[in-house]
């Protein structure tokens, strides 16, 4: 066999050696997996109505609603990094969320939810932006367990953080929002990649 020969051959089972370690490497890594749920409380539900206002899970998240506890959305888990036990990381979820004002014919939606267990907050992207905005804050008696790798946070109430309740009145021209106002409640069900 010449040189330059060897040298193809060496460099394509190199390749063919890389090829294997990273298909074998991503078969055994599983993805993170769990779901965060937004309940919006009837009485919020209720004030939203009469102010116009309404606001809708975008797919891939997806509305339920019982006549106890109100309206619901849930969101799938994308990704995550640290846990709730260290107070450290945060969890990143799919769909979205859109706001619209019937009364003032105004609308924003957005993509790209997280809640940073650091700033204990759910954040999500406005379209058309880069830069997460804070939306909701988990409030009032959070309880927090875990299975194995599996990390479950339930906060009985949820309520809007100042900086949400700041953009959602701008963007839809209404003084409906404000800083700690009681939305509902918050879970979520977390297990980190592996």
Known sequence: MSRPTA??????????????????????????????????????????AQAGIVAVPLPTATAGYDASTGLSASFPVTGGT?????????????????????????AVSFHQLSFSFEEWTVSAVPDGSTTPVALFDPAGNNALSYNGTTQHLSAESL????????????????TFFAAGQ?????????????
């Open 7 to 48: 040298r193809i051959a060496a460099a394509a089972a190199g390749l063919a050696l890389i090829a294997t370690v990273a298909s074998a490497t991503s078969a055994s890594a599983a993805p993170a997996t769990g779901s965060a749920v937004i309940n919006e409380s009837n009485a919020f539900f209720q004030q939203a």
């Open 82 to 106: 640290g846990g709730l036990r260290d107070f450290f990381g945060g969890v990143q979820f799919g769909g979205g969320l859109l706001f619209v004002d019937a009364r003032t014919g105004s």
């Open 159 to 174: 309520v809007l953080d100042a900086a949400g309740a700041q953009y959602l009145d701008g963007k839809l021209h209404t």
């Open 182 to 194: 009681s939305v509902g409640s918050f879970a979520v069900t977390y297990t980190p990649a592996s």
